[in-house]
């Protein structure tokens, strides 16, 4: 069974800080994801990785890096927080081999509020 | 990049009936369809998917419908139930291996 695992279910953190969101997957999958989740607006991606040190850009990068140092771990860093980052952050992965797109398994999610 | 939209965002049914919940994306190359379902406070999860070489994809109780001609694809619940009852999202490929995601549409399924 795939197990994706954020670090944190709820933060509070406050305007300025620089924030680590961090996500575990054990499934050896290759592609990981950040997508934020807004009300109204669905799934939005904000970057992703298809391999170890690799990362793109997804539609909503302003504001936000990545780090992904280990197959299984990828990490999403708010540089400097402001309310507007204030969401619902979920990591997912997939199995990127054999060049076939294939289901993304998420994780449970962390909601951010940034006071 | 891709662009998938969803419609309706709010879709209210009886217990028993049918309910259908359509996209459309617009980048032809895209080949992954999948739909995912979200429960409130939990997770969303893969409940069906369909590849561009097939038209229609059926299991149980749900069943998804793929127009290429047309870049647009349908999700379908008969029998509704009020567990039906979550947001439910589309997707496309997009790229690589990344999905673009609609906006949502949440089921409210009454007894």
């Known amino acids: 069974d795939v197990k994706v695992t954020q670090s944190s279910r709820y933060l509070v953190k406050r305007t300025g800080e620089k924030v680590f969101l961090e996500c575990v997957q054990d499934?050896?999958?290759?592609?990981m994801f950040w997508y934020r989740q807004d009300p109204g607006l669905g799934l939005r991606l904000i970057y992703f990785?298809?391999?170890?040190?690799?990362?793109e850009k997804g539609d909503i990068p302003e504001g936000y890096s990545v780090s992904r140092e280990k197959k299984e771990r990828f990490s999403l860093i708010l540089e400097s927080a402001s309310t507007n980052q204030t969401s619902m952050y979920l990591c997912a992965s997939s199995f990127g081999g054999g060049g076939e797109n294939t289901e993304a398994f998420f994780g449970q999610g962390t909601r951010l509020t940034v006071v | 990049g891709e662009n998938v939209e969803q419609h309706p965002s709010t879709l209210s049914v009886q217990e028993g009936d049918s309910a259908v919940i359509k996209c459309t994306y617009s980048?032809?190359?895209?080949?992954?369809f999948p739909w995912y379902k979200q429960e409130l406070g939990k997770r969303p999860q893969l409940i069906i998917d369909?590849?561009?070489?097939?038209g229609e994809k059926k299991d149980q109780r749900i069943a998804v419908t793929l127009n290429k001609t047309a870049k647009h694809f349908s999700l379908h619940i008969t029998e509704t139930q009020p567990e039906d009852s979550a947001v439910y999202f589309c997707?496309?490929?997009?790229?690589?291996?990344?999905?673009?995601f609609g906006k949502g549409t949440m089921l409210l399924v009454s007894p």
């Open positions: 980048d032809s190359a895209s080949n992954y």
């Open positions: 369909i590849r561009s070489n097939v």
């Open positions: 990785s298809y391999d170890v040190k690799m990362k």
């Open positions: 499934m050896d999958h290759e592609n």
């Open positions: 997707a496309a490929h997009s790229g690589y291996s990344t999905l673009t």
